[in-house]
């Protein structure tokens, strides 16, 4: 009978020993999945924040692509615009429809600058004597100025959109 209780006890143990494996099996098992499912909720977590941010810089680039599309309008808008009045000046005095003059420093400053008193008082302007431009020099004068306003416009340009960058 001893080695029958003796059995039975290694019997018992030798169950306590495996209920007892597999209740840690079940623990471990338990705390790997727990750790599993906080780490599934974090990488979702971390990938909504990403995806949230992905949607406010591409809203943030959809803004300023508007925004220089519209100054990009606004310039080249400008820049017709000045074409054509510059097209509408060369036009004009291409047609003797108008005259560019300029005043005379010395007869300005009360001198008559070496011309005859007759060529002095020619026209109905009151006031300082001017003289007309060659009209070849005034195209030529026409030119630079529209030459001028197209930088200028660049210019403005150019500053709105790095404007529109900084922002």
């Known amino acids: 009978?001893?080695?029958?209780?003796i059995a039975a006890l290694a019997l018992l143990v030798l169950a306590t020993c495996a209920l007892t494996w597999q209740v840690q099996e079940w623990r471990h098992d338990r705390q790997v999945a727990l750790r599993e499912e906080?780490?599934?909720?974090?990488?979702q977590r971390?990938?909504?924040?990403?995806?949230?941010?992905?949607?406010d810089e591409r809203q943030q680039r959809l803004a300023l692509e508007q925004?220089?599309?519209?100054?990009?309008?606004?310039?080249?808008?400008?820049?017709?615009d000045a074409q054509q009045t510059q097209a509408r000046l060369r036009d004009r005095l291409a047609t003797s429809?108008?005259?560019l003059s300029?005043?005379?420093?010395?007869?300005?400053?009360?001198g008559d600058g070496g011309l005859p008193a007759g060529a002095r008082a020619g026209g109905v302007v009151?006031?300082?004597?001017?003289?007309?431009?060659?009209?070849?020099?005034?195209?030529?004068?026409?030119?630079i100025t529209?030459?001028?306003?197209?930088g200028l416009i660049a210019l403005r340009a150019c500053q709105a959109y790095v404007r529109g960058i900084a922002r």
């Open 1 to 5: 009978m001893s080695r029958l209780r």
């Open 38 to 43: 906080a780490y599934a909720r974090e990488r």
């Open 46 to 55: 971390l990938a909504e924040i990403a995806t949230t941010q992905l949607q």
């Open 67 to 80: 925004r220089l599309q519209a100054v990009d309008q606004t310039h080249y808008q400008e820049l017709i």
């Open 97 to 99: 429809d108008l005259r």
């Open 102 to 110: 300029v005043l005379l420093a010395n007869l300005a400053a009360g």
């Open 126 to 143: 009151h006031g300082t004597a001017r003289v007309q431009l060659d009209p070849a020099h005034a195209q030529r004068i026409i030119g």
């Open 146 to 150: 529209g030459d001028g306003d197209q």
